[in-house]
Every structure is written in structure tokens, then in C-alpha cells.
């Protein structure tokens, strides 16, 4: 008997991928007040874009005013990295710990927000959360000790 | 077929300088350019893939894989000039010796490099307004509309391109950048295996689909003929099995049991005439077959009638007592029952909660793909998006981790493997359904049960009373009715019995379509014959690395149609078997033998070749002087070889070289060219 291996390649989730990322976090800018937003409000709404429940879960919290935990949410090293991909490729600009779109940004994330075919569910999710003030992101955290 | 005559760059300059270049190649001859390294060379190889809408082959759609001699800088004299126009002309000729012109721009302030303009003149005579068609290229269809230029050029060439199967179990067009695999050979990649620069158009195995195209095997044919058995085969299962499942659900409802799981549609032959056999279990663990069961119930009935005849029944408390105990099971069966429902419920839950996972994750990669139009428009807006860090212009990875795991999935891959995986998840959550639905069944029918035994107790608990014997007649009539069910069952399950036996008289029918070859005798002739040409010209250009006698092409499901080697029994690929210059040997030697066989009987192969840099690896002079011979003496083929036939520490010495690999080339059947200085040159 003959036992052939062959290594196939790996599956890899979207939200691993490079492109994806940046196009979240363009979306995450364009979708902010002022086109910009502040690190931790990037952690929090990158975190819930990977899943439909912590979306559902987070929506549910802004009708209580936030007064309802979202659980726990983690930090992810990757953000960092496509944020500084951005960066170099001047989609956003960085002050203090306050990422802003630049008009480069802002011009090639409007294709995207234009095309009616894709994202719609994240474009949805952004329309209906609002803007989502550093206050209501401190309330959720003080939450998770209860 | 397909010659190619001529080819002109022209560049225009924000300089306002000219530059551009211009070749003429000759039909059914051996082209050799001869050029250094840092000579352009590159450049007009990639222009002429480029103008025949092939740079897929070299790294990328449109633009992407051209030098930046062509998108935006070209030197001269020390100083750079940026382009602000550049297009490539090709002008090429079919059989019907019709010739036709090429145009199509690399840059260009309005025309997109996704146009091509084709004209139906010489090179000479074009008028730039007077072209007679506009194609599109990497659009969306451009494979299959009329405007399409692969549709075009299929058209032009002569081919009419079939349908093969694709990745995802349906059929897509063998597209046209496949089969000019076997044509174009770029130096970069494509010495590295056999038809190395395939790009991925969801066509399953499109290696063996290009040999089987060019050689006109019958494969396809042959292969529907096995799928239809397959399929047979796959239907006769499915049915068996429902038979099955039906029988079982059968004997569920009467509570009774039977062992049929290990029965094939080969195996029933033997059971033709025996019943199968099913049993109860009764409380103490015995079984009790179905037959004894139904004489049971006659004797039971004839009991009670007598004892109807009697005044009264003296054994009501006993009687009552045991059938408190049978509800008592009963109510336990159930109980377990619906513990086993609620587990597979849960599982279901799960299962279902995966499913919708991998369908958001289906819809991101959906997103994904979909804005690549955006990503990876030319004017890269961002490098980052198209692969490239922005900081070191290193090419980095397309996710995060892949510095970790060096082989992953690209976007469109990974779609597809996970809707085969949806499928077969969807096919178990089916089945998961089905068998918590058939518990459900049973759960209903203990639960008759038990509603009639407590009909009974009511009865027994009056006749006590009462004395009477209204329990007896209760009885009897549900034991008659139960009488009716069993013979009721019995009928039915001999019916899918029958049902069973000629299902098995399909099975042993469709086993006797099954081929016990793996290719049709004219296929088997024309791969004999490609083994032939292939290991002479192995022998000819010095391949050293394993006997001939042990090199084959294989007829089997491994490398199919590839070349094999034989180590011990084993079959191996060719390349993991051969020095690094050997296996460039190899697929000299492959690529000329598949012409060869392809115009013995009058296959595909369109008579062209373009290899860049064929020596590789330090490739002695003795296999490029045999290598080139052969070449040139092919009949009707034009083949275009792009070479630097240099030698590093001695010009004058490469010099004698070259003339001294194409002395004994007869000179009807060579045309040398030699780049001088640079391949694109200032235009005066």
C-alpha cells in the first residue's frame, strides 16, 4: 500500500487577512465622528465586528445606555499592525491616541461605502449604533467586575 | 494555429522624447534573441504575453507584472524620463494566413489596459482610428462574450474550447491562459515544474484538462462514462439506504426490532427467500420473534374468549397489578426517550449556530473578493492592499499569521473550501433532523401504548368493583387490532423487500458498466507516443539522472499524462527524481514531445512556442546546442527563445560559443537576433 501526503494549504478566516482589517478599520474611521476615533473605541468595535452575536450583544447594551455588559473584550495585536500599514500608506493620521482619516483615506473608503453590494451588514451595524461616545466605552468596562 | 510576425513598443514621454522598439519574427522557424542580462530582454517577453492578454502567466492581470519600462520610467543616458503613453503592437497571422494586429495600451491617460484593439492589417498598413474590433480583457465574461478578447482570439486561433468540471462539482470553460501554459514558458517560475504558471480559474486538474485538450484525448468522454457509473452507484446507495431507514421505522412502531444494517445490495441476493428477522424484547431481556409474537396474540384471544364464558374473571387484581408494572416501563422508555431528543437537540443547536458561522464567514471572503476592483486598481493607491509593505516595499503576507503557516488559502480558495464544507455540514444537520424526528415518532407510539394500558387499568379497577368483565373485552379488541397491525407491517416490509432485491438487480447491472481501464485504447496510443518522443528526446538533450527504461508517462490517477519515474515499484514525480538540470531537460523534452504528438494526430497545439531563458542552471552547451537543433527542425511550429548565451568572464568567449551552438543549424530554419545595448531605444 502506497500513502501519499500532500500538504493542502491553511484555511484562513477573513478576519485574519490584512485587507480585510484595513477596510474594517476604515470603516470603523469613516462611520466615527470626525472621521476619527480613539484607540480603545477601535479594540472595542474591531472585537465586535468579528462576530453577529457581540454585534447583537453590543446593540442591545446601547438601548439599556449601556448599562448592560458586553462581557469581555480583547486587544488584538493585529489592529495594531494594519493601523501602522495605514499609516504608512496614508490612510490615517495619528495624534495623541486619536486616529483621523486623511482625504486619501476618506476617497477610497467612499468607494467602498458607495458600492451597494458589499459590507452591508457592517454598514447597517454602523448606521444603527451611532457614534459611541470614550464614556460609554469606560461604563462597559467598569461592568466587567460585576 | 498562431505565428507571431512582429511586435513595436512605442512610448511616448512627458519629455516629449520617443522611445519604443520594434521586432520581426519569422513563421515556422527557430527565433533566437540573443541578449544580455540588463539587456530588456524581459521586456519584450513580457510585452508579447502582455499583447496576447497572457501576462497572468508572468504575476498578475493588466499591468501588474510589467517592468516599469513600460508603466511609468524608462532611462537613457544617465537621465529618466516618465511615460505618460505607452502601447504594444502585435501583429500575428492564423491558418487561413489571415493577419490581424494587435493594440494594446499599458498606459494611457483614458484606455484602460483591459481594452484591446484588433485590426484587421499588417503592422504597416494600420490606421490607429480604423481597428475593427474593441475587446475587453479580466472582465467578468470576457472569456465568453463576443466582445470578449479571449473569445476573440479563441475564435482567431481556430479553437473551440470545451467545457471541463470545476472545482465546485459544476463546469466551467477551459480557458484559453491555460492552455498557453504549454505554449509560453517565462523564466522566472516556469522552469520550476510542468506548466508552472497555471493561474487558478476554478478548473479542477487543469493539467491533465491541457493534455487532454491539445492531444484531443477522448478522456472526457471516458470520464462521463465513469462519473454515470459513479453516479449509478451513488443512487442505488442513497435508495438502499432509505429502504432501509423505512423498514427500521416500520418495525420501530410495532416496538419491535430487526437487524438489517449489515445487508448490501450485494449480500441480499442470499436472504431472497428468508424473512428477515424481527423480534421483541421483552421485559426480561428475551427475544421474541414477530411470528411467535402474532400466535401469541391468536392463543391470548382464544384465552379470553373462554374466559368470557365464564361468569366472572377471579384474576382482576393480579392482572392489574402486572399491567400498573408494563406502564411503569413504558413511562420509563419514554422518559429516556426524551432525555436522548433533548441531547440531540442541543447538538442540533450547535450545529446549527456552526452553520450560520460559516456562512457570515463565506459573506466576509464574498466581500473581500468583491472589492479586490478597488484593492488592486493600478494606480495603487495603497501597497499595502496590494501586497507590499509600505515602509521596506517587501512583498508581505496576505494575513496575519502567515509568517507562522507559510501555505495558505487565497480569497477565492478559501470560499470554496468552506462551501464544501457548509455542504457537508448541511448534509449532516439534515440527517441529525431526521433521526430526532423518527424518535419523536416512537415517543408518539409508547405514548398510545401507554394511554390504552391505562384505559385498561380504569376497566380492571370497575370490574373489581363491579365484578364484571369489562377489562376482558377491552382486551380483546385492542389485541385483535394489534393482531391487524402486525399483519398490516409484515405486508409492508415484504413490499420494500421486493424493493430491495431490484435495487440490487440495478446494482449488479451498473457493476457491469464499470471499465477496468483507465483510458479509452486511442488514449492509451497517443500517451504511448508521447512516452516515445519524451524519453528520445530526454536520451537527446543528455538527461542523466534515473535509466530510461525506468521513465514513463503515466496512465494512471498519479500525474496522470505526467512523466513518472519507476524506483522500486513505486511511481515518483520526475522532478523530485532529477537534478535541477535534468528536470529542465524533462520539460524541453515534455513540451516538444506534446507538440510532436499533438500534430501526428491533428490535436490542438497551435505550433508556438515563446521559452525565456531555457538554460537554466548552469545548463551545459552540448543539451541548449541539442535543445535548439530540435527545435528548429521542427516542422510548421515557430518557436521564439529569448537567451543571454553569455559568458561571465569572457564576452569574446560567449561569442564563440553561440556561433558554435547553432553551426550545424541549417540556416533556412534560424533567424538570430541580437539586442544591442538596450531593448528599448530612444526613437529620433
Redesign the interface.
Known amino acids: 500500500m502506497?500513502i501519499?501526503i500532500t500538504?493542502?494549504?491553511?484555511?484562513?478566516?477573513?478576519?485574519?487577512?490584512?485587507?480585510?482589517?484595513?477596510?474594517q478599520l476604515l470603516l470603523i474611521l469613516h462611520f466615527s465622528r470626525g472621521k476619527s476615533a480613539f484607540l480603545s473605541k477601535i479594540h472595542l468595535l474591531i472585537w465586535v465586528l468579528e462576530?453577529?452575536e457581540r454585534i447583537d450583544l453590543l446593540l442591545r447594551s446601547k438601548e439599556l445606555d449601556y448599562n448592560k455588559s458586553i462581557g469581555l473584550w480583547s486587544i488584538s495585536d493585529?489592529t495594531n499592525?494594519a493601523l501602522l500599514?495605514?499609516y504608512?500608506?496614508g490612510?490615517c493620521k495619528i495624534s495623541v491616541k486619536t486616529y483621523s482619516l486623511t482625504d486619501?483615506g476618506k476617497e477610497?473608503i467612499k468607494?467602498?461605502i458607495d458600492?451597494k453590494?458589499?459590507?452591508l451588514?457592517e454598514k447597517a451595524f454602523f448606521k444603527q449604533l451611532g457614534s459611541i461616545r470614550e464614556k460609554d466605552i469606560e461604563k462597559l468596562e467598569k461592568l466587567w467586575i460585576h | 494555429m498562431l505565428k507571431i510576425r512582429k511586435l513595436k513598443i512605442d512610448i511616448k514621454t512627458v519629455q516629449n522624447k520617443r522611445f519604443g522598439a520594434f521586432y520581426k519574427f519569422e513563421p515556422n522557424k527557430l527565433n533566437l534573441i540573443k541578449g544580455n542580462n540588463h539587456s530588456g530582454k524581459t521586456t519584450i517577453v513580457s510585452s508579447l504575453f502582455y499583447a496576447l492578454g497572457m501576462e497572468e502567466l508572468i504575476g498578475g492581470q493588466n499591468t501588474k507584472a510589467l517592468d516599469s519600462i513600460l508603466t511609468s520610467v524608462v532611462k537613457d543616458d544617465g537621465k529618466e524620463y516618465t511615460i505618460n503613453e505607452s502601447v504594444i503592437y502585435l501583429e500575428v497571422e492564423n491558418i487561413n494566413k489571415k493577419i490581424i494586429t494587435i493594440k494594446r495600451y499599458v498606459k494611457h491617460v483614458d484606455i484602460l489596459p483591459k481594452i484591446a484593439y484588433i485590426y484587421e492589417s499588417t503592422l504597416n498598413e494600420l490606421i490607429d482610428e480604423d481597428y475593427s474590433e474593441i475587446t475587453y480583457l479580466h472582465d467578468g465574461g470576457s472569456a465568453q462574450n463576443s466582445l470578449g478578447f479571449y473569445k476573440y482570439l479563441e475564435k482567431y486561433i481556430g479553437y473551440s474550447l470545451p467545457k471541463v468540471p470545476s472545482y465546485n462539482g459544476g463546469e466551467v470553460k477551459l480557458y484559453l491562459q491555460i492552455i498557453f501554459n504549454a505554449y509560453f514558458v517565462e523564466q522566472l517560475k516556469g522552469w520550476t515544474d510542468f506548466f508552472a504558471s497555471i493561474p487558478s480559474f476554478g478548473v479542477k486538474d487543469p493539467k491533465q484538462r491541457i493534455v487532454e485538450f491539445l492531444l484531443n484525448l477522448d478522456a472526457s468522454e471516458f470520464e462521463k462514462d465513469k462519473f454515470r457509473y459513479e453516479e449509478e452507484k451513488e443512487r442505488i446507495n442513497k435508495k438502499w439506504l432509505e429502504y432501509i431507514s423505512k423498514i427500521k421505522i416500520k418495525v420501530e412502531h410495532i416496538s419491535a426490532q430487526i437487524n438489517i444494517e449489515y445487508l448490501t445490495p450485494i449480500s441480499i441476493e442470499k436472504f431472497r427467500d428468508s424473512k428477515f428477522d424481527i423480534y421483541f424484547t421483552n421485559e426480561n431481556n428475551q427475544k421474541i420473534v414477530l411470528d411467535d409474537a402474532l400466535n401469541n396474540i391468536k392463543k391470548r384471544i382464544k384465552e379470553l374468549y373462554i374466559q368470557l364464558q365464564k361468569p366472572s374473571d377471579k384474576d382482576s387484581s393480579k392482572r392489574l397489578f402486572q399491567i400498573r408494572k408494563n406502564i411503569q416501563t413504558i413511562a420509563r422508555k419514554i422518559s429516556k426517550l426524551n432525555q436522548i431528543i433533548d441531547i440531540k437537540n442541543y447538538e442540533m443547536k450547535k450545529l446549527k449556530n456552526d452553520f450560520?458561522?460559516m456562512e457570515?464567514?463565506i459573506?466576509?471572503?464574498t466581500?473581500?473578493k468583491?472589492?479586490e476592483k478597488?484593492?488592486n486598481s493600478s494606480d495603487r493607491?495603497?501597497?499595502?492592499?496590494n501586497g507590499i509593505?509600505?515602509?521596506c516595499e517587501q512583498p508581505?503576507?496576505?494575513?496575519?499569521?502567515?509568517s507562522k503557516?507559510d501555505?495558505?488559502?487565497?480569497?477565492d480558495?478559501?470560499k470554496k473550501?468552506?462551501e464544501g464544507q457548509k455542504k457537508v455540514l448541511k448534509v449532516y444537520i439534515d440527517a441529525s433532523r431526521e433521526e430526532i424526528e423518527k424518535q419523536k415518532e416512537i415517543v408518539e407510539f409508547l405514548k398510545q401504548e401507554y394511554e390504552e394500558r391505562q384505559s385498561i387499568v380504569t376497566y380492571l379497577e370497575k370490574d373489581i368493583a363491579l365484578d364484571t368483565n369489562m377489562a376482558v373485552y377491552k382486551e380483546v379488541v385492542d389485541l385483535e387490532s394489534k393482531e391487524k397491525f402486525y399483519k398490516k407491517t409484515i405486508k409492508d416490509i415484504l413490499i420494500q423487500k421486493e424493493e430491495l432485491v431490484s435495487l440490487s438487480k440495478d446494482w449488479k447491472k451498473n457493476e457491469m458498466n464499470k471499465t477496468t481501464f483507465e483510458m479509452s485504447f486511442l488514449d492509451n496510443k497517443k500517451i504511448t507516443s508521447l512516452e516515445t518522443y519524451f524519453t528520445r528526446y530526454l536520451y537527446d538533450f543528455g538527461y542523466g539522472s534515473k535509466d530510461f527504461d525506468q521513465i514513463k508517462v503515466s496512465k494512471q490517477k498519479?500525474e496522470r499524462y505526467f512523466p513518472i519515474v519507476k524506483i522500486e515499484g513505486?511511481n515518483e514525480k520526475i522532478r523530485i527524481n532529477s537534478s535541477a538540470s535534468d528536470f529542465v531537460r524533462s520539460l524541453w523534452a515534455y513540451y516538444i514531445a506534446l507538440f510532436e504528438v499533438s500534430q501526428k494526430n491533428r490535436g490542438n497545439h497551435i505550433g508556438l512556442f515563446i521559452f525565456d531563458e531555457p538554460a537554466q542552471h548552469a545548463m551545459n552547451e552540448s543539451s541548449q546546442k541539442a535543445f535548439l537543433e530540435r527545435l528548429s527542425q521542427l516542422n510548421s511550429c515557430q518557436s521564439i527563445v529569448f537567451s543571454s548565451f553569455e559568458d561571465k568572464e569572457d564576452n569574446a568567449l560567449g561569442k564563440e560559443k553561440f556561433q558554435n551552438m547553432i553551426k550545424d543549424i541549417n540556416e533556412d530554419n534560424i533567424h538570430t537576433m541580437e539586442i544591442d545595448g538596450y531593448s528599448i531605444k530612444k526613437i529620433v
Do not use: G, W
Not at chain 1, 7 to 23: C, D, E, G, L, T
Open positions: 502506497k501519499q500538504q493542502k494549504p491553511f484555511h484562513v478566516s477573513a478576519n485574519a487577512r490584512v485587507v480585510y482589517r484595513i477596510i462576530k453577529k493585529y499592525q500599514y495605514m504608512e500608506d490612510f486619501k477610497f468607494k467602498v458600492d453590494e458589499v459590507f451588514d | 450560520s458561522n457570515e464567514e459573506r466576509k471572503l466581500d473581500l468583491k472589492i478597488y484593492t493607491i495603497s501597497k499595502t492592499l509593505c509600505p515602509t508581505i503576507d496576505s494575513s496575519f499569521y502567515s503557516i501555505n495558505i488559502m487565497s480569497v480558495e478559501n473550501y468552506l498519479f513505486r
